[in-house]
């Protein structure tokens, strides 16, 4: 029998918190493919709060503890292309000055991939296991679409599912104003920036906005509540391909 | 230009909460984006463009007094004067002196950031002399008390069709007029007697090439013609940056900046100006200057931040910024909005009396995307901010918080217990509902948007508790 291919899951400290369905929709999602998984106990986060905020020795400490970690598996896979893109773009620029670090930052950057991505164009999976009815609108991360180019591979998996109807929105690629941080520096200009794209989302019929990014979509889940939408249903693209949702 | 960068937040909020403004913005949002989108399906190699772009504006910076000294050897030949200036005073200084000796009452401008930067108009004023902005946007905000402008290219951008129409009644005492045509051909009356009148034109500089001693400015409404070639004396006031070494470079940054910039192929006009009016020549300036202005520029070399003199003010940046797109330029509180703003304030006004800007961005890289040479603004937005935490100029709870959490983050056992408890409190605090209304540690967070509740156990919990299950059900 063929040697399992070994993957590591970096579940993301915001899944982690606050929707654990998520990862174990990845988890689910990479198994049915038929991948061996670990879920590395002491993983706690990518460090990119501490690098955007200008922290260097605090994302330099967690980026080793992360590359510590994940270094040994044959892939590593997020579910988010914003940690994704920081573990596997920032971490090489960072250490500029510890070329041994450096080395293995490259080494792994190479290995490293967010969840669609993984599915679609390594494992070339020509299905999932979930089954979803509904139509649903996709909201293009900026890390993940500008940082990793993920845009094809979750269309690509959504259209494998019969009872998905894609209905794309204008401004699928704006920014939805997260933006870490500066979602509390600047809330008020980040939940106007938020009102934008749930605009578009309404315009576009869907009843369901899904996403590759657990920030984005707590924001844009926050947003459409306070804006009295209790009905249109955001949604992790893990959940929908692994029929959690 | 006194800098009001450091209420960046109060600004924005106040944007936000006008009404009027908020519909401009709306009306003026995507236009540019939509026309930049068409027109660079026009080049068969758009990327290819770009990287060549950006290496002849590498090539500059990394020698700049090399070409500067080129330049300046080649204008001197054309019969230009060129001198320096360290900064904005002594702009003002250097043009007022050049007024006075050509017996100058009244200068004609055509657009030039640098001349906001260093608060020229008022400098003139206060010397008797009379600036004019003819550029339409800038016309407009001058005759309304002196507004700053909002955006680098279309410096009246906020202004809605009613807001000028208004302007021009109170202020040209003539009927209202609501149609464009008739409003600019009111502003074209006005300034017309000004192009004949002005003993002196004023202009910035899109680029100045090395080997021709020329300097190419790049505008639609021939204003930029009337100012630098009417006059009997021409001024010419622009960064030392904006050299380039030769035509055929011109040629391939022209293919970018009105693309990029407005979304035309090219722009309405474009002057190639070079020297004085020689004796058989009808038209062009008896005498010509060159002011090349440093304010910050030389300390930027070499340096870090050096990738941000590549800019050739295109606005692309802005244009496709939401932040900027969501509250104006006026928020920002200097010369230049948006990305490209929040990158050159800091460093040409001071780190410290622009705090706010390197962090007003989601880091979306929109902008980095749509660069024509290829800055990485929000690489530089970080490494401000980077800065910023190094010099401690950062709010106290801030750095606390940060420090706080990454210190947690690498003790994963009280790391778990933490998201433990906060997984347990995110659920509790939502009650009933799905959503938080107000969340106390960060109240900014909701005060315009609920923050989801959590589902009430951590992923690592719930994952231990499935692999014992497991296990003990393989146990039996």
């Known amino acids: 029998m063929a040697k399992k291919t070994r993957v590591g899951l970096f579940v993301t400290c915001l899944v982690d918190l606050m929707r654990p369905r998520i990862g174990f929709a990845a988890l689910k999602l990479l198994e049915t493919a038929g991948c061996e998984v670990v879920v590395p106990e002491a993983q706690t986060c990518c460090g990119q709060p501490a690098w955007n905020s200008g922290d260097r020795n605090g994302a330099e400490a967690l980026a080793k503890k992360t590359i510590a970690e994940f270094e040994a598996f044959d892939y590593v896979v997020v579910p988010s292309g914003s940690c994704g893109d920081h573990i596997r773009n920032e971490y090489q620029s960072m250490f500029v000055d510890e070329p041994g670090w450096r080395d293995r930052a490259t080494a792994m950057a190479a290995r490293t991939f967010e969840l669609t991505d993984f599915l679609a164009n390594v494992l070339k999976v020509d299905g999932v296991p979930g089954d979803y009815e509904g139509t649903v609108t996709y909201h293009d991360s900026c890390s993940g679409l500008r940082g990793m180019g993920i845009k094809a591979q979750p269309r690509a998996l959504l259209a494998t599912m019969k009872g998905v109807e894609l209905k794309e929105m204008n401004g699928c690629e704006e920014c939805c104003g997260f933006g870490g941080t500066f979602s509390v520096k600047f809330g008020e200009v980040s939940a106007a920036i938020a009102e934008r794209k749930c605009d578009f989302i309404h315009a576009s019929g869907a009843r369901a906005v899904v996403g590759g990014d657990l920030g984005c979509l707590l924001n844009i889940e926050g947003k459409l509540r306070r804006m009295g939408d209790d009905n249109t249903r955001v949604l992790h693209v893990a959940e929908v391909l692994a029929g959690d949702a | ?476």
């Open chain 2, 1 to 476: 230009m006194e800098i009001k960068s450091m209420r960046f937040k109060a600004n924005a909020e106040a944007s936000l909460a006008n009404v009027v403004l908020q519909g401009n913005l709306k009306n003026a949002k995507g236009k540019f984006v939509t026309k930049r989108a068409e027109a660079i399906k026009e080049l068969d190699d758009f990327e290819g463009t770009r990287d060549a772009a950006m290496a002849i504006r590498n090539k500059v910076i990394d020698n700049l007094d090399l070409w500067l000294e080129r330049f300046e050897a080649r204008a001197q030949e054309t019969g230009a004067h060129v001198k320096w200036a360290k900064d904005g005073a002594e702009v003002c200084r250097l043009v007022t002196e050049i007024a006075r000796a050509h017996g100058v009452t009244k200068v004609t401008k055509s657009k030039s950031m640098l001349s906001e930067e260093a608060g020229l108009n008022q400098a003139l004023e206060a010397a008797g002399i009379q600036p004019v902005e003819t550029d339409l946007g800038e016309y407009i905000l001058q005759v309304n008390d002196n507004e700053p402008p909002s955006h680098i290219i279309a410096p009246a951008v906020h202004k809605s069709l009613d807001d000028v129409a208004d302007l021009f009644h109170k202020v040209h005492g003539t009927p209202r007029k609501t149609e464009i045509p008739a409003l600019t051909r009111e502003a074209r009356e006005v300034l017309r007697g000004h192009f004949l009148s002005a003993e002196m034109g004023l202009s910035g500089g899109n680029f100045l090439v090395a080997e021709t001693g020329s300097v190419a400015l790049v505008t639609n409404e021939g204003n930029g013609r009337m100012v630098t070639t009417m006059p009997r004396v021409h001024v010419v006031i622009t960064g030392i940056e904006k050299v380039i070494p030769t035509l055929e470079d011109l040629s391939t940054l022209m293919r970018l900046l009105p693309r990029s910039a407005t979304g035309q192929s090219i722009s309405n006009y474009f002057s190639i100006l070079t020297g004085v009016k020689k004796p058989d020549e009808h038209d062009g300036p008896e005498h010509l200057y060159f002011i090349l202005v440093d304010s910050g520029r030389a300390d930027v070399v070499g340096g870090e931040f050096h990738e941000m003199l590549r800019c050739i003010r295109c606005g692309a940046c802005m244009n496709h910024c939401p932040v900027y797109q969501t509250i104006g330029g006026h928020a920002y509180g200097w010369v230049y909005p948006g990305p490209m703003g929040s990158v050159l304030t800091p460093l040409y006004a001071g780190i410290g009396n622009a705090i706010d800007l390197p962090h007003a961005a989601t880091l979306c890289n929109q902008c980095g995307v749509v660069c024509p040479v290829k800055i990485p603004l929000p690489e530089l937005l970080r490494k401000l901010r980077e800065k910023q935490t190094e010099g401690g100029m950062r709010p106290l709870a801030e750095r606390i918080g940060l420090r706080l959490w990454a210190w947690v983050a690498m003790r994963p056992r009280l790391y778990a217990l933490g998201a433990a408890v906060g997984a347990r409190y995110l659920k509790w605090l939502a009650g009933e509902g799905r959503s938080i209304r107000v969340l106390p540690a960060a109240t900014e967070w909701t005060r315009g948007r609920d923050f989801p509740a959590s589902q009430g156990r951590t992923f690592r919990e719930m994952y231990a508790a499935r692999r014992k299950a497991a296990a003990q059900e393989a146990r039996q």
